[in-house]
């Protein structure tokens, strides 16, 4: 954290933006994602599927 909060001292006006999933998403990505864990851990998918605009977590990674 402390990391972090030096990367934001400086910002001014600026905006720092951080993907706690790692990237982006793109709705190619989430369906992608959303497919193998639908596969893998059907009730997780169902916890998830509301996610508007961050993918799931890796927990132990895919």
């Given at each position: 954290m402390d990391g972090v909060r030096r990367?934001?001292?400086?910002?001014?006006?600026?905006?720092?933006?951080?993907?706690?999933?790692g990237t982006f998403r793109t709705q190619e990505r989430y369906e992608?994602?959303?497919q193998k864990i639908t596969l893998s851990d059907p009730d997780?998918?169902?916890?998830?599927?509301?996610?508007?605009?961050?993918?799931?977590?890796?927990p132990g990674g895919y």
């Open positions: 990367l934001a001292n400086d910002l001014g006006s600026d905006a720092l933006v951080i993907f706690p999933e992608r994602i959303m997780r998918a169902e916890r998830v599927r509301g996610l508007k605009y961050l993918l799931p977590i890796k």
